[in-house]
């Protein structure tokens, strides 16, 4: 899909969506729960369709309304045959669920497209390795393997939180307590905690016994319960940023009190406006694309912690930096570090490209509503904001989508 965006100034005011991070947290922890649970304020997103898939291929019971879905769960320790489990290409869903499906010991296949299954595993190989589980991965597949039980975990605190949340909802379906020591830096703690909550929303008690690590007790149920999902940060970063480039976009319903790692975008934008500062993006990574569009448009800065980018959806610091530098920006990629000068920018002269990347798309339609031009690949939004180019529309964004 090909999106042709004109010169355009937004104005008035638009509701967040809801987090897709929070409602993949809440979805699974329902469909642990043997009992009903309601989760409202849900954005139909491919990532979130994704875990719905592997819910019911998990065995529970969905029924999905317009922003509602109704969830009979059901516990992986009950599942008595083989699974396949697609997760389209939804980092999240994949490493939530693997530490899910070892609970069974029975063999289970995972499948996705794009890049997820290029994506690192590595936490996971070593884990089952040290476990003796099996782990397999060849032909874009991943098969597991055998049966997780409680212990002593340790896994560096650098890695994706995904693997970390994967193992807190699972090891308290074991029978004894277990630990996870996370050495060395941590990163997207923020993600971590919003695990923790979900969980006990759902009755499930985990904590931080110290800094570097986390006390789950064994033998816990997850109960069910109706639950709203809180509005997402990370995609309400991304109207909010109209208004750094001319336009009046009010940004609605965003939790003040809310843990997400990225409601650290209002402090950042704003540090943007006002000079030229050094930024770390360890603890909210999928702001990147956005800091680097309005860091090239403003004032210039560094952002830090950004080697983790080169495994998201795309390469996010590089395909930014190709892009960006269509306008005519300044901008060098180092090992964990991204430097933005400011750049006298100018309008692209050829047709963008969204690299199958969410945020790569809406950082880079935030730029051209300043300059006017087309992104190919605009359909990527469907897998967090689907109707992203809708909703601005509504504000004054004037968008033709060429579906051919």
């Known amino acids: 899909m090909k999106i042709k965006i004109e010169k355009s100034l937004l104005r008035g005011e638009i509701t967040a969506p809801p987090s897709k991070s929070m409602a993949h947290r809440l979805l699974i922890c329902a469909g642990l729960s043997e009992g009903e649970s309601i989760i409202n304020n849900i954005a139909f997103s491919e990532d979130i369709l994704a875990t719905l898939d592997c819910l019911k291929e998990m065995g529970a019971d969905i029924e999905a309304g317009e922003s509602t879905v109704k969830i009979k769960g059901v516990s992986p320790l009950n599942i008595t045959e083989s699974k396949s489990f697609s997760a389209r290409e939804s980092g999240s869903t994949l490493r939530f669920f693997i530490p899910l499906a070892l609970l069974s010991g029975w063999e289970h296949c995972f499948t996705g497209y794009g890049r997820l299954m290029e994506r690192p595993m590595e936490v996971y190989e070593n884990l089952c390795a040290e476990k003796g589980l099996y782990f397999s991965r060849s032909d874009g597949k991943i098969k597991v393997k055998g049966k997780l039980t409680s212990g002593e975990y340790t896994v560096k605190g650098d890695v994706s939180s995904q693997f970390i949340s994967g193992l807190l909802f699972s090891l308290p379906l074991c029978e004894e307590d277990s630990r996870i020591h996370l050495t060395g830096k941590i990163e997207s703690r923020g993600y971590i905690d919003m695990t923790l909550s979900a969980m006990s929303s759902f009755g499930v008690k985990s904590f931080w016994e110290d800094d570097n690590t986390l006390y789950i ?188």
């Open 217 to 404: 007790k064994g033998s816990q149920k997850y109960i069910e319960g109706d639950f709203d999902v809180e509005a997402d940060c990370s995609n309400a970063a991304f109207p909010d940023a109209f208004n750094y480039l001319g336009s009046e976009v009010r940004v609605k319903g965003l939790n003040e009190n809310t843990i997400q790692g990225d409601r650290a975008y209002k402090e950042y934008f704003k540090a943007l406006s006002d000079g030229s500062p050094t930024l770390d993006v360890s603890d909210c990574p999928d702001l990147a694309p956005i800091l680097m569009t309005l860091s090239c448009a403003l004032n210039g800065a560094i952002l830090t912690g950004t080697a983790r980018l080169r495994i998201k959806e795309s390469d996010r610091g590089a395909v930014m930096k190709k892009e960006l530098s269509e306008f005519g920006a300044d901008i060098d990629i180092k090992d964990n570090e991204i430097i933005i000068r400011k750049s006298h920018l100018h309008k692209a002269k050829k047709p963008l490209c969204g690299h199958n990347d969410h945020r790569v798309v809406m950082a880079l339609t935030v730029l051209l509503s300043v300059f006017g031009g087309e992104i190919e690949g605009a359909e990527a939004v469907k897998k967090s904001y689907p109707d992203f180019f809708e909703r601005l529309s509504e504000l004054g964004l004037e968008a033709k989508i060429n579906d051919n």
